[in-house]
């Protein structure tokens, strides 16, 4: 066990060092690098030389490549081109946020996805169980960012009602800031739901096929406890690794829906500095996405490997 | 001797005693056996059909400008509406399906055959050149899509085939591990295992053995991933990097000058939406139906 622990930990240090060297190198693929976009054709050449040397970006990729993971391993992550704050600074500001929205996504695909399952996996192919499929897929069909122009057209439209879109921190106004997450989460969370669902259904069908649900139905049970402590229980194992395998995807969805309702989060900041050429911020905001990824696959791995010793296959 | 029927004769008999021709046969049982995913395949002929005849069916040209009629609301003379610029909006949807299928086909295509090459050479040749070729993959996976997709596009600027091409890159990684993964139990079977004792050489096992018997799982993750690369198109297009105009396509008729209306022609933004959640649900309809009937590992599921 332990040897498998030790070669899968040095699998994912070699993933994170992988992602690292790639994305520092397809960033600097993007034509029109940030010293152009600063100068905006206003720089005369000498000029333009000078800010690049002055950034650290006149030296070969591998120099550069070394002198930042040097500074990081120190936990120095640069800082940002243009805004000259500190990268670590913005993602210790933003991560929180954008895990509050995740984290308000994922509870609200629980809770409609569980339930919604469970009925549909119990009641196998009836009418409940089919509108349940459609319904789950049609939640994975529409586009978030098309639901949030609706919701902020039509409401507006008829009742004069907006959600709102100014952030408060926690500290400056508890429910401001929880209501202003509402909206978002369940945009980002609706798809979340539909899969969750999905999931719910598939291992609820396969676990109340079991022996043991058999034994509970014959020592008389009542159905809610065959099915919620016999069956669910066993079921959720999958889903909630599902879920802690979805953070890619939420992440992503983040991109958008940060956009939209102007939320502080990693999301935006990923999408500005791509558009700004940020390199520094692009790093730091890859660095720490992917080590998480990597890490939530790791833990889930190691889990499944002390539960089911089948899998230490590598 | 009219009691004795031989063998071949029966078999004739059979043929001739089916009412219905084979295809039809064979989407009847479909539609039997899968309603959900019958009810996806008929929004996707249906949308395809529209794309296809769009000169036919489309009432005006998608770039043509009525200036006298802007932002008119949805009437007889112009089916949903019109938009800013005066252009009839469902003229602009039924040429933006052509869009939005050529793009969701061509990276699909890219992406499935990639891969598969990549999944079925790193199952089956396994050992150093799978760790590789896995680790490079996990660093794939491991970046959030939108993040890989938003860079490459990027570096590449916009334009229809810069588009396709990021989607299929987007796509590949993760398609290639579940590739791998039917390739490593294939690889076990015995007709595998006889196929290299009578001498097989390694291109023979993988194209005569391993190919078409991965495919069940290629086309399901294609179908699943048709729907995933049209919602992917639309949200470059809404970020505005996607498709570039005058291409009119569903998401970016939803963003720029769509959101900007919003609030007085809410139809130039609604029906764009509409009908690209049509297709989606359309696709994964159908994919899931076909992953219930093909994929042999999810196979009596229900």
Do not use: C
Request: aromatic share 10%.
């Amino acid at each position: 066990m332990t040897g498998y622990i030790v070669r899968r930990i040095g699998l994912a240090a070699v993933t994170v060092l992988l992602v690292l060297l790639f994305a520092f190198s397809i960033i600097r693929l993007i034509p029109g690098d940030v010293v152009q976009l600063m100068v905006a054709e206003q720089g005369y050449a000498a000029d333009v030389e000078a800010l690049r040397r002055q950034l650290g970006l006149a030296d070969p990729i591998h120099v550069q490549f070394s002198r930042w993971m040097g500074n990081a391993l120190q936990g120095d992550f640069g800082q940002s081109l243009w805004t000259k704050r500190s990268v670590v600074e913005e993602l210790k500001r933003r991560l929180p946020i954008s895990a509050e929205l995740g984290a308000y996504a994922i509870i609200f695909g629980l809770a409609i996805g569980l339930p919604v399952g469970t009925l549909a996996a119990i009641r196998q192919d009836s009418w409940m169980d089919y509108l349940a499929r459609s319904s789950a897929i049609a939640l994975l069909s529409v586009p978030g960012f098309w639901m949030a122009t609706l919701i902020l057209v039509f409401p507006l439209k008829w009742f004069g009602w907006t959600p709102p879109l100014r952030y408060y921190s926690w500290t400056d106004d508890p429910w401001q800031h929880f209501t202003f997450f509402l909206l978002p989460a369940a945009i980002l969370g609706y798809a979340l739901a539909g899969g969750i669902m999905r999931l719910t259904r598939t291992m609820m069908l396969e676990v109340l096929r079991q022996d043991y649900i058999r034994t509970a139905w014959s020592k008389g049970l009542r159905e809610r406890v065959v099915v919620v402590r016999h069956g669910l229980r066993n079921a959720l194992i999958p889903v909630v690794t599902l879920l802690g395998l979805q953070f890619g995807f939420v992440i992503s969805g983040t991109v958008i829906t940060e956009s939209i309702f102007n939320v502080p989060g990693v999301g935006r900041y990923f999408f500005e500095s791509i558009l700004n050429r940020d390199y520094p911020a692009i790093q730091g905001i890859v660095f720490f996405t992917a080590s998480i990824v990597v890490l939530l696959n790791l833990v889930v791995d190691i889990a499944y490997a002390y539960i089911d010793p089948r899998i230490r296959y590598l | 001797m009219s009691g004795s029927v031989t063998l071949e004769q029966a078999a004739r008999i059979e043929i001739r005693g089916r009412r219905l021709p084979a295809v039809l046969e064979w989407t009847w049982r479909f539609m039997r056996r899968k309603p959900l995913g019958f009810i996806g395949a008929v929004i996707i002929v249906l949308l395809a059909l529209l794309a296809i005849t769009a000169p036919l069916s489309a009432p005006y040209s998608p770039t043509e400008i009525h200036a006298a009629d802007r932002l008119q609301g949805p009437s007889p003379r112009y089916l949903m509406g019109t938009d800013n610029l005066g252009r009839d909006i469902f003229s602009q949807i039924v040429w933006g399906a052509r869009i939005s299928m050529y793009v969701g086909f061509a990276a699909v295509l890219l992406s499935i055959t990639a891969a598969t090459l990549i999944g079925v050479v790193s199952g089956y040749f396994g050992g150093r050149l799978d760790a590789t070729m896995q680790r490079l993959v996990d660093a794939v996976i491991a970046l959030p899509g939108i993040f890989l997709i938003l860079t490459i596009m990027a570096i590449l600027g916009p334009g229809m085939n810069n588009v396709i091409f990021a989607l299929a890159v987007g796509g590949a990684a993760s398609n290639s591990r579940v590739i791998r993964s039917a390739t490593l139990a294939l690889k076990e079977m015995t007709y595998v295992e006889a196929a290299r004792v009578v001498g097989s050489s390694h291109l023979r096992i993988i194209f005569v053995h391993l190919l078409p018997n991965v495919m069940p799982a290629a086309i399901t993750l294609a179908t699943l991933g048709l729907g995933a690369a049209i919602l992917a198109e639309a949200s470059l297009s809404f970020l505005g990097l996607g498709v570039p105009p005058p291409n009119p396509s569903w998401g970016s008729m939803l963003s720029g000058a769509g959101r900007r209306f919003m609030l007085q022609a809410p139809w130039m933004a609604f029906f764009p939406g509409l009908f690209l959640s049509l297709a989606v649900f359309g696709f994964n309809m159908l994919g899931d139906a076909l992953r219930d009937l093909l994929d042999p590992r999810l196979r009596g599921f229900r």
